[in-house]
Protein backbone atom coordinates (compact mmCIF):
# COMPACT_ATOMS: atom_id res chain seq x y z
CA UNK A 1 0.00 0.00 0.00
CA UNK A 2 3.14 2.39 0.94
CA UNK A 3 4.60 1.54 -2.34
CA UNK A 4 1.39 2.29 -4.41
CA UNK A 5 0.54 5.61 -2.77
CA UNK A 6 4.34 6.92 -3.25
CA UNK A 7 4.24 5.84 -6.63
CA UNK A 8 0.56 7.77 -7.32
CA UNK A 9 1.64 10.94 -4.89
CA UNK A 10 4.46 11.18 -7.08
CA UNK A 11 2.07 11.00 -10.40
CA UNK A 12 -0.28 14.09 -8.62
CA UNK A 13 2.52 15.55 -7.21
CA UNK A 14 3.23 18.49 -9.68
CA UNK A 15 0.13 18.91 -11.05
CA UNK A 16 -2.12 19.64 -7.36
CA UNK A 17 1.04 20.43 -5.01
CA UNK A 18 3.12 23.25 -4.29
CA UNK A 19 6.82 22.13 -5.21
CA UNK A 20 8.94 20.99 -1.83
CA UNK A 21 5.70 21.32 0.52
CA UNK A 22 5.83 17.38 0.68
CA UNK A 23 8.74 15.82 3.06
CA UNK A 24 8.84 11.85 3.43
CA UNK A 25 9.64 9.88 6.32
CA UNK A 26 10.06 6.14 5.39
CA UNK A 27 11.84 2.69 6.36
CA UNK A 28 15.21 1.47 4.59
CA UNK A 29 13.02 -1.44 3.48
CA UNK A 30 10.35 0.62 1.80
CA UNK A 31 13.07 2.96 0.33
CA UNK A 32 14.43 -0.24 -1.07
CA UNK A 33 11.43 -1.18 -2.96
CA UNK A 34 10.75 2.53 -4.55
CA UNK A 35 12.67 4.30 -7.64
CA UNK A 36 14.90 6.67 -6.62
CA UNK A 37 13.35 8.78 -9.64
CA UNK A 38 10.28 8.76 -7.32
CA UNK A 39 12.15 9.99 -3.82
CA UNK A 40 13.96 13.04 -5.74
CA UNK A 41 10.83 14.47 -6.19
CA UNK A 42 10.21 14.71 -2.28
CA UNK A 43 12.26 15.82 0.39
CA UNK A 44 12.23 12.80 2.07
CA UNK A 45 14.23 10.63 5.55
CA UNK A 46 14.92 7.31 5.34
CA UNK A 47 15.37 5.42 8.74
CA UNK A 48 17.16 1.92 8.97
CA UNK A 49 15.24 1.40 12.52
CA UNK A 50 11.85 1.71 13.36
CA UNK A 51 10.62 4.18 15.56
CA UNK A 52 8.55 1.22 17.35
CA UNK A 53 11.81 -0.12 18.41
CA UNK A 54 14.52 2.97 19.22
CA UNK A 55 14.03 5.74 21.34
CA UNK A 56 16.86 7.41 19.33
CA UNK A 57 14.47 7.19 16.26
CA UNK A 58 11.96 8.66 17.90
CA UNK A 59 14.09 11.54 19.23
CA UNK A 60 15.53 12.08 15.67
CA UNK A 61 11.54 11.81 14.21
CA UNK A 62 10.63 14.83 16.47
CA UNK A 63 13.61 16.82 15.91
CA UNK A 64 12.84 17.05 12.21
CA UNK A 65 9.53 17.46 12.73
CA UNK A 66 10.42 20.38 14.94
CA UNK A 67 12.71 21.91 12.74
CA UNK A 68 10.30 21.29 9.34
CA UNK A 69 7.42 22.84 11.49
CA UNK A 70 4.37 21.59 9.49
CA UNK A 71 0.96 21.91 8.50
CA UNK A 72 0.20 18.69 9.44
CA UNK A 73 1.82 15.22 9.81
CA UNK A 74 0.40 12.66 7.95
CA UNK A 75 1.12 8.60 9.85
CA UNK A 76 0.20 6.31 7.03
CA UNK A 77 0.68 3.46 8.99
CA UNK A 78 -0.44 4.04 12.74
CA UNK A 79 1.07 4.20 15.27
CA UNK A 80 3.55 6.14 14.78
CA UNK A 81 5.29 6.13 18.41
CA UNK A 82 5.43 9.80 18.96
CA UNK A 83 3.00 12.43 20.58
CA UNK A 84 2.92 15.44 17.87
CA UNK A 85 1.01 19.06 19.75
CA UNK A 86 1.84 21.65 17.40
CA UNK A 87 -0.17 20.08 14.69
CA UNK A 88 -3.02 18.39 13.49
CA UNK A 89 -2.01 14.49 12.86
CA UNK A 90 -3.87 12.51 10.88
CA UNK A 91 -2.68 8.69 11.81
CA UNK A 92 -4.20 4.92 9.49
CA UNK A 93 -5.28 2.39 11.03
CA UNK A 94 -4.70 -0.20 9.58
CA UNK A 95 -3.96 -2.92 12.54
CA UNK A 96 -6.89 -4.85 12.51
CA UNK A 97 -5.91 -6.29 16.19
CA UNK A 98 -6.93 -3.12 17.48
CA UNK A 99 -10.29 -2.53 16.36
CA UNK A 100 -11.91 -5.68 15.38
CA UNK A 101 -10.17 -8.69 16.50
CA UNK A 102 -13.05 -11.60 17.95
CA UNK A 103 -12.16 -15.21 18.89
CA UNK A 104 -12.02 -16.21 15.51
CA UNK A 105 -9.16 -14.24 14.97
CA UNK A 106 -7.55 -15.26 18.34
CA UNK A 107 -7.70 -18.69 17.74
CA UNK A 108 -4.58 -18.10 15.37
CA UNK A 109 -2.46 -18.43 18.57
CA UNK A 110 -2.04 -22.32 20.27
CA UNK A 111 -1.05 -21.68 23.58
CA UNK A 112 -2.65 -19.23 26.01
CA UNK A 113 0.81 -17.15 26.73
CA UNK A 114 0.48 -16.21 22.94
CA UNK A 115 -2.63 -14.99 23.37
CA UNK A 116 -2.00 -13.08 26.00
CA UNK A 117 1.33 -11.46 24.67
CA UNK A 118 -1.75 -10.61 21.75
CA UNK A 119 -3.84 -8.46 23.93
CA UNK A 120 -1.07 -6.75 25.51
CA UNK A 121 0.57 -6.10 22.10
CA UNK A 122 -2.79 -4.59 21.83
CA UNK A 123 -3.26 -2.18 24.67
CA UNK A 124 0.43 -1.11 24.08
CA UNK A 125 -0.98 -0.11 20.33
CA UNK A 126 -4.17 1.12 21.76
CA UNK A 127 -2.14 3.69 23.68
CA UNK A 128 -0.40 5.09 20.87
CA UNK A 129 -3.55 4.90 18.30
CA UNK A 130 -4.93 7.45 20.45
CA UNK A 131 -2.03 10.39 19.77
CA UNK A 132 -3.43 11.44 17.04
CA UNK A 133 -6.11 14.14 15.91
CA UNK A 134 -7.77 12.88 13.20
CA UNK A 135 -7.95 9.11 11.94
CA UNK A 136 -8.52 7.11 8.44
CA UNK A 137 -9.76 3.43 8.76
CA UNK A 138 -10.34 1.17 5.48
CA UNK A 139 -13.85 0.19 6.43
CA UNK A 140 -16.75 0.35 8.58
CA UNK A 141 -15.84 -2.57 10.45
CA UNK A 142 -12.69 -1.06 11.75
CA UNK A 143 -14.46 2.65 12.38
CA UNK A 144 -16.64 0.84 14.48
CA UNK A 145 -14.11 -0.99 16.52
CA UNK A 146 -11.99 2.43 16.76
CA UNK A 147 -14.88 4.09 18.29
CA UNK A 148 -15.65 0.92 20.57
CA UNK A 149 -12.17 -0.37 21.52
CA UNK A 150 -10.25 2.72 21.30
CA UNK A 151 -12.79 5.33 22.32
CA UNK A 152 -12.07 7.53 19.20
CA UNK A 153 -14.63 10.53 18.54
CA UNK A 154 -16.36 9.50 15.51
CA UNK A 155 -16.37 12.37 13.44
CA UNK A 156 -12.64 12.23 13.52
CA UNK A 157 -12.93 9.08 11.90
CA UNK A 158 -12.66 9.06 7.94
CA UNK A 159 -13.41 5.71 5.88
CA UNK A 160 -11.12 5.52 2.57
CA UNK A 161 -11.11 1.93 1.42
CA UNK A 162 -8.06 -0.09 -0.17
CA UNK A 163 -7.75 -0.62 -3.81
CA UNK A 164 -5.05 -1.87 -5.91
CA UNK A 165 -1.88 -0.43 -6.76
CA UNK A 166 -1.04 0.74 -10.14
CA UNK A 167 0.95 -2.18 -11.21
CA UNK A 168 -2.18 -4.23 -11.13
CA UNK A 169 -5.02 -1.18 -13.03
CA UNK A 170 -3.57 -2.12 -16.26
CA UNK A 171 -5.17 -5.75 -16.20
CA UNK A 172 -8.13 -4.32 -14.93
CA UNK A 173 -9.79 -4.52 -18.30
CA UNK A 174 -8.84 -7.56 -19.36
CA UNK A 175 -11.50 -10.37 -19.80
CA UNK A 176 -11.52 -13.70 -17.31
CA UNK A 177 -10.65 -16.73 -18.50
CA UNK A 178 -11.82 -19.82 -18.15
CA UNK A 179 -9.61 -22.20 -16.12
CA UNK A 180 -8.33 -25.37 -17.11
CA UNK A 181 -8.67 -28.07 -13.93
CA UNK A 182 -7.96 -31.07 -15.67
CA UNK A 183 -6.68 -33.98 -13.68
CA UNK A 184 -2.86 -33.84 -15.69
CA UNK A 185 -2.41 -30.37 -14.81
CA UNK A 186 -1.78 -28.93 -11.36
CA UNK A 187 -4.33 -26.75 -9.49
CA UNK A 188 -1.97 -23.69 -8.65
CA UNK A 189 -3.68 -22.02 -5.58
CA UNK A 190 -2.18 -18.83 -4.78
CA UNK A 191 -1.86 -18.06 -0.82
CA UNK A 192 -0.82 -14.72 -1.58
CA UNK A 193 -0.16 -13.25 2.46
CA UNK A 194 2.61 -12.23 4.51
CA UNK A 195 4.34 -14.37 7.34
CA UNK A 196 1.15 -13.72 10.19
CA UNK A 197 -0.25 -15.97 12.49
CA UNK A 198 -3.95 -15.11 11.77
CA UNK A 199 -3.28 -15.58 7.95
CA UNK A 200 -4.05 -18.82 8.80
CA UNK A 201 -1.36 -20.83 6.89
CA UNK A 202 -1.68 -23.52 8.96
CA UNK A 203 -5.19 -25.51 7.74
CA UNK A 204 -3.07 -26.23 4.71
CA UNK A 205 -1.99 -29.14 5.59
CA UNK A 206 -5.08 -30.59 6.74
CA UNK A 207 -6.76 -29.07 3.64
CA UNK A 208 -4.39 -30.78 1.48
CA UNK A 209 -4.67 -34.38 3.20
CA UNK A 210 -8.78 -33.43 3.23
CA UNK A 211 -7.87 -33.42 -0.95
CA UNK A 212 -6.28 -36.74 -0.87
CA UNK A 213 -8.31 -38.06 1.00
CA UNK A 214 -10.81 -37.76 -2.07
CA UNK A 215 -8.44 -38.99 -4.40
CA UNK A 216 -7.27 -35.25 -5.79
CA UNK A 217 -4.10 -34.91 -5.99
CA UNK A 218 -3.68 -31.78 -8.58
CA UNK A 219 -3.65 -28.67 -6.25
CA UNK A 220 -0.30 -26.90 -5.33
CA UNK A 221 -0.51 -24.52 -2.83
CA UNK A 222 2.10 -21.29 -3.32
CA UNK A 223 3.33 -19.36 -1.10
CA UNK A 224 4.98 -15.94 -0.24
CA UNK A 225 6.62 -16.63 3.02
CA UNK A 226 10.35 -14.70 4.27
CA UNK A 227 11.96 -18.51 5.24
CA UNK A 228 12.99 -16.80 7.97
CA UNK A 229 9.55 -16.33 9.64
CA UNK A 230 8.21 -18.84 12.01
CA UNK A 231 5.25 -19.44 9.79
CA UNK A 232 6.95 -20.61 7.39
CA UNK A 233 9.79 -22.84 9.34
CA UNK A 234 6.69 -24.23 11.37
CA UNK A 235 4.54 -25.19 7.92
CA UNK A 236 7.43 -26.48 6.31
CA UNK A 237 8.54 -28.97 9.19
CA UNK A 238 5.27 -30.59 9.18
CA UNK A 239 5.71 -30.50 5.04
CA UNK A 240 8.63 -32.28 5.02
CA UNK A 241 7.89 -34.71 8.37
CA UNK A 242 4.47 -35.89 6.14
CA UNK A 243 6.68 -35.59 2.72
CA UNK A 244 4.28 -32.90 1.20
CA UNK A 245 7.22 -31.20 -0.58
CA UNK A 246 5.67 -31.87 -4.30
CA UNK A 247 2.26 -29.92 -3.00
CA UNK A 248 4.26 -26.46 -1.75
CA UNK A 249 5.92 -23.88 -3.61
CA UNK A 250 7.29 -20.53 -1.71
CA UNK A 251 8.08 -17.80 -4.16
CA UNK A 252 9.48 -15.80 -1.03
CA UNK A 253 8.25 -12.09 -0.23
CA UNK A 254 7.06 -10.70 -3.40
CA UNK A 255 6.66 -7.03 -4.04
CA UNK A 256 3.52 -5.24 -6.05
CA UNK A 257 5.49 -5.30 -9.33
CA UNK A 258 6.22 -8.87 -9.19
CA UNK A 259 3.13 -9.79 -7.88
CA UNK A 260 1.57 -9.64 -11.29
CA UNK A 261 3.29 -11.96 -12.58
CA UNK A 262 2.69 -14.22 -10.17
CA UNK A 263 -0.64 -13.99 -10.47
CA UNK A 264 -0.69 -14.97 -14.49
CA UNK A 265 0.69 -18.35 -13.19
CA UNK A 266 -2.10 -18.91 -10.95
CA UNK A 267 -5.58 -20.89 -11.00
CA UNK A 268 -6.88 -19.15 -8.04
CA UNK A 269 -6.59 -17.23 -4.89
CA UNK A 270 -6.90 -19.06 -1.46
CA UNK A 271 -7.05 -16.68 1.17
CA UNK A 272 -7.64 -18.42 4.76
CA UNK A 273 -7.54 -15.38 6.78
CA UNK A 274 -9.00 -14.99 10.12
CA UNK A 275 -8.40 -11.49 10.59
CA UNK A 276 -8.77 -9.04 7.89
CA UNK A 277 -9.94 -5.00 7.32
CA UNK A 278 -10.11 -4.66 3.77
CA UNK A 279 -7.23 -6.64 2.30
CA UNK A 280 -6.20 -5.65 -1.15
CA UNK A 281 -5.54 -9.40 -1.98
CA UNK A 282 -9.12 -10.47 -3.26
CA UNK A 283 -9.11 -7.03 -5.13
CA UNK A 284 -5.57 -8.42 -7.07
CA UNK A 285 -7.02 -11.53 -7.69
CA UNK A 286 -10.10 -10.06 -8.76
CA UNK A 287 -8.67 -7.60 -11.16
CA UNK A 288 -6.00 -10.13 -12.53
CA UNK A 289 -9.46 -12.29 -13.25
CA UNK A 290 -8.82 -15.35 -11.25
CA UNK A 291 -11.21 -17.17 -9.19
CA UNK A 292 -11.34 -16.24 -5.45
CA UNK A 293 -11.94 -18.43 -2.49
CA UNK A 294 -11.92 -16.72 0.55
CA UNK A 295 -12.48 -16.97 4.44
CA UNK A 296 -15.95 -16.04 5.72
CA UNK A 297 -15.32 -13.58 8.53
CA UNK A 298 -17.43 -10.67 8.90
CA UNK A 299 -14.89 -8.19 7.44
CA UNK A 300 -15.00 -10.20 4.03
CA UNK A 301 -18.65 -10.87 3.77
CA UNK A 302 -19.65 -6.72 4.57
CA UNK A 303 -17.32 -6.21 1.15
CA UNK A 304 -18.44 -9.20 -1.32
CA UNK A 305 -20.62 -11.34 -1.78
CA UNK A 306 -21.37 -15.08 -3.09
CA UNK A 307 -22.30 -13.99 -6.62
CA UNK A 308 -18.86 -12.60 -6.64
CA UNK A 309 -16.50 -15.17 -4.93
CA UNK A 310 -16.26 -18.32 -2.92
CA UNK A 311 -16.66 -18.08 0.95
CA UNK A 312 -15.41 -20.88 3.31
CA UNK A 313 -14.82 -21.75 6.92
CA UNK A 314 -11.34 -20.89 7.73
CA UNK A 315 -11.17 -23.46 10.30
CA UNK A 316 -12.23 -26.20 8.58
CA UNK A 317 -10.43 -28.38 5.71
CA UNK A 318 -13.27 -30.05 5.21
CA UNK A 319 -15.04 -27.44 3.86
CA UNK A 320 -12.36 -26.09 2.01
CA UNK A 321 -11.24 -29.05 -0.10
CA UNK A 322 -14.79 -29.11 -0.77
CA UNK A 323 -14.79 -25.66 -2.46
CA UNK A 324 -11.72 -26.16 -4.36
CA UNK A 325 -13.37 -29.86 -5.69
CA UNK A 326 -16.25 -27.53 -6.93
CA UNK A 327 -14.05 -25.19 -8.45
CA UNK A 328 -12.28 -27.83 -10.29
CA UNK A 329 -15.59 -29.49 -11.13
CA UNK A 330 -17.39 -26.65 -12.53
CA UNK A 331 -14.88 -24.06 -13.58
CA UNK A 332 -17.35 -22.96 -16.07
CA UNK A 333 -19.53 -21.59 -12.84
CA UNK A 334 -16.39 -19.90 -11.18
CA UNK A 335 -16.03 -18.39 -14.44
CA UNK A 336 -19.65 -16.52 -14.05
CA UNK A 337 -18.31 -15.45 -10.78
CA UNK A 338 -15.08 -14.24 -11.96
CA UNK A 339 -16.48 -12.08 -15.24
CA UNK A 340 -18.80 -10.47 -12.51
CA UNK A 341 -16.54 -9.45 -9.75
CA UNK A 342 -14.77 -8.17 -12.08
CA UNK A 343 -17.46 -5.94 -13.29
CA UNK A 344 -18.79 -5.10 -10.08
CA UNK A 345 -14.51 -3.69 -8.84
CA UNK A 346 -15.15 -1.96 -12.21
CA UNK A 347 -18.22 -0.13 -11.38
CA UNK A 348 -16.82 0.76 -7.83
CA UNK A 349 -13.58 2.45 -9.54
CA UNK A 350 -15.47 4.10 -11.61
CA UNK A 351 -17.38 5.81 -9.48
CA UNK A 352 -14.97 7.00 -6.79
CA UNK A 353 -11.69 9.05 -6.42
CA UNK A 354 -8.48 7.44 -5.97
CA UNK A 355 -7.57 6.70 -2.46
CA UNK A 356 -4.52 8.86 -2.78
CA UNK A 357 -6.41 12.08 -4.18
CA UNK A 358 -9.16 10.86 -1.33
CA UNK A 359 -5.95 11.34 1.15
CA UNK A 360 -4.93 14.80 -0.24
CA UNK A 361 -8.61 16.07 0.03
CA UNK A 362 -8.84 14.93 3.67
CA UNK A 363 -5.82 16.50 4.32
CA UNK A 364 -6.32 19.79 2.81
CA UNK A 365 -9.87 19.87 4.25
CA UNK A 366 -8.28 19.53 7.65
CA UNK A 367 -5.69 21.76 7.19
CA UNK A 368 -8.47 24.19 5.96
CA UNK A 369 -11.38 23.23 7.01
CA UNK A 370 -14.05 25.75 5.43
CA UNK A 371 -13.00 23.40 2.20
CA UNK A 372 -15.53 21.03 1.36
CA UNK A 373 -13.67 17.90 0.10
CA UNK A 374 -15.14 14.30 -1.46
CA UNK A 375 -13.13 13.01 1.58
CA UNK A 376 -14.25 15.09 3.96
CA UNK A 377 -18.73 14.49 2.67
CA UNK A 378 -18.17 10.74 1.60
CA UNK A 379 -16.89 8.66 4.19
CA UNK A 380 -15.57 6.13 1.62
CA UNK A 381 -13.62 8.83 -0.29
CA UNK A 382 -16.16 8.64 -3.33
CA UNK A 383 -17.45 11.77 -5.13
CA UNK A 384 -19.01 14.14 -3.18
CA UNK A 385 -22.83 13.33 -4.90
CA UNK A 386 -21.77 9.42 -4.23
CA UNK A 387 -22.61 8.56 -0.25
CA UNK A 388 -21.46 4.84 0.48
CA UNK A 389 -24.25 3.96 2.95
CA UNK A 390 -22.46 1.89 5.11
CA UNK A 391 -25.83 1.29 7.74
CA UNK A 392 -27.12 -0.69 4.07
CA UNK A 393 -24.03 -1.95 3.51
CA UNK A 394 -23.10 -5.29 5.90
CA UNK A 395 -26.84 -5.94 4.64
CA UNK A 396 -26.84 -6.03 1.24
CA UNK A 397 -24.14 -7.46 0.76
CA UNK A 398 -24.39 -10.86 2.46
CA UNK A 399 -25.06 -13.41 0.16
CA UNK A 400 -28.69 -14.18 0.50
CA UNK A 401 -29.28 -13.46 -3.61
CA UNK A 402 -26.48 -15.70 -5.63
CA UNK A 403 -27.87 -14.92 -8.84
CA UNK A 404 -27.79 -11.23 -8.50
CA UNK A 405 -26.44 -9.31 -11.24
CA UNK A 406 -23.08 -7.84 -10.52
CA UNK A 407 -23.87 -4.59 -11.85
CA UNK A 408 -27.19 -4.93 -9.90
CA UNK A 409 -25.15 -5.23 -6.57
CA UNK A 410 -22.86 -2.52 -7.50
CA UNK A 411 -25.83 -0.04 -8.21
CA UNK A 412 -27.27 -1.12 -5.00
CA UNK A 413 -24.45 -0.11 -2.56
CA UNK A 414 -24.79 3.65 -3.29
CA UNK A 415 -27.59 6.41 -2.62
CA UNK A 416 -27.84 9.66 -4.52
Same mark, same amino acid.
Given at each position: ?25 ? *? ?11 ? &? ?6 ? $? ?12 ? =? ?49 ? !? ?9 ? +????? %? ?19 ? %? ?19 ? +? ?9 ? /? ?6 ? !?? !? ?12 ? $? ?13 ? !????? $?? /????? &?? %? ?5 ? +?? @? =? ?22 ? @? ?5 ? =?? +? /? ?14 ? *? ?30 ? %? ?20 ? @????? /??? &? ?6 ? &? ?10 ? *? ?20 ? $? ?17
Amino acid at each position: MAISFLHDLSDLYHKNIEPHSITIFL *SSTLASQISPSIL &QKFKHHIF $PISPARSQSARKHI =EDLIQAIHPDLVFSLFGPCYLQINHCPHLMGICNGWSTHADKLAFSAFSTP !FQKIKRHLTNL +YLKKH %LKHATHWITEAPIAQKGAIKK %LKLPPEKIFIIPNEVSIFYKP +YLNQAPQLINT /SPAKPLNL !FI !FCSAYPHKNIKILI $PTLIALLQKNISQAR !FHLTL $PE /SSREY &QN %LFTQIKK +YD @L =ENYFINHGPTTPQDGTELYKKMDA @LLFPSLL =ET +Y /SVTPLEAITMGIPVLL *SNIAAHQDLFTEDLITFFNPLDPEDIANQIIK %LIQHPELALIKQIQAKAWLQKI @LSEKK /SRT &QAYLELVN &QIISPTQPTAAA *SSPAGLPPDRHLDTTRLSAELQ $PQNPTADATAIADELYRN
